[in-house]
């Protein structure tokens, strides 16, 4: 792949639905992700989404998702999903491995935002993260998101037997759409 700056993206359609499970592969569960900052791979086995579950966040009411592309190929995604009239969940943010490190995370980040707020009138941004993923989290919250106090439970989730390590739990954050702190 060739590394340049996205700067636009778009909504997903029906046709993306195998790329966008392959790279939600590859960027959670793959060996090739597994020495990323964003790997699950050392916490979770098993397949990350199938093709029918990011079908139904494509073309299912009150979602959509977003992708991004670098030459022509699906480079980054993020699903969205209207959880209230105020409040939009983010899951499946995810930049392919050999483009990590460039900025394409927190710049899919920001369309997701402006999304969440134009497409669903969205006022808080939702999102959860192993509890484990401690880079992933203070990234998070070096961009505006706050801990929410909340914690999910692995397997209201996902299967239990999946997870490679135990106690695994969500870690719940919101981010204020309306007077987003910036981020430092």
Avoid: K
Avoid at 33 to 62: D, F, I, M, N
Avoid at 65 to 80: P, W
Avoid at 151 to 173: C, G, Q, T
Wanted: glycine share 6%; aromatic share 6%.
């Amino acid at each position: 792949m060739v590394s340049e700056a996205i700067g636009r993206y778009r909504s997903a359609t029906e046709r993306d639905v195998d790329d966008i499970a392959a790279l939600v592969e590859v960027c959670y569960r793959s060996e090739e992700s597994a020495r990323t900052w964003t790997s699950e791979y050392h916490l979770v086995t098993g397949e990350r989404s199938s093709p029918a579950e990011v079908a139904r966040s494509v073309t299912g009411p009150g979602s959509l998702m977003l992708v991004g592309e670098v030459a022509g190929e699906i480079a980054s995604c993020c699903r969205l999903v209207a959880i209230t009239r105020e409040r939009v969940q983010l899951g499946l943010l995810c930049v392919h491995p050999a483009l990590q490190s460039r900025g394409l995370g927190s710049e899919l980040l920001e369309a997701a935002a402006r999304t969440a707020r134009e497409h669903f009138g969205a006022r808080t941004l939702s999102l959860q993260v192993l509890s484990p993923r401690i880079e992933l989290r203070a990234w998070y919250e070096r961009i505006g998101f706050h801990e929410t106090g909340e914690r999910v439970a692995l397997s209201e989730e996902i299967e239990p037997a999946l997870a490679l390590v135990r106690d695994l739990e969500f870690v719940v954050y919101e981010r204020d759409l309306e007077n987003p702190r910036p981020p430092t």
